[in-house]
């Protein structure tokens, strides 16, 4: 459900001004020492108080929704000072209720061609020596990598 909140005829709060860096200029060591300083700054903002108050409105706010707007429907609520314009709940998404039917329909050699089973699954239902009878070898890594920043000082 998308939520926008619009409040009318007031000043918005100005923003500090913050120099923006080309991070494609800047040498590693640079990008490094921006990043620590950036992370401090951002986990600094995020244990205002404000924050974990905004959490707790925002879920109560969609329960509240979800209880009293029917999925289907747009609405707008006005309360003293602000509006909130809500949206339609997205559609769930289709799934196939039953795989032997359509295996039967597309044929053995299409349905295998598309099937997909998920490592999770495999796991669930293969001992062991199964699984590593199936299971193709690693082959290289990822890109993602934990970042911790530490200060120097």
Known sequence: MGITVTKA??????LEKVEILN?????????????????????????????????????????????????????EITGTQ?????????????????????RKFMGEQAFMACAKITLKDAEAYLTPEQLSAVLEPNV?????????AKPLS
Do not use: C, H
């Open 82 to 102: 602000w509006l909130l314009d809500i949206g339609a709940a997205a559609k769930e998404s289709r799934s196939i209720g039953d795989m032997n039917m359509t």
């Open 140 to 148: 290289g890594y990822t890109k993602r990598r934990k970042i911790v």
């Open 9 to 14: 005829k007031q000043a918005k709060p100005k």
């Open 23 to 75: 991070p494609e200029e800047l040498t590693i060591e640079e990008l490094a020492d921006q990043y620590g300083s950036l992370e401090s700054q951002v986990n600094a903002l995020m244990k205002n108080p404000v924050f974990a108050q905004f959490d707790l409105v925002k879920k109560a706010l969609a329960k509240r929704i979800d209880t009293e707007v029917e999925p289907q429907d747009s609405v």
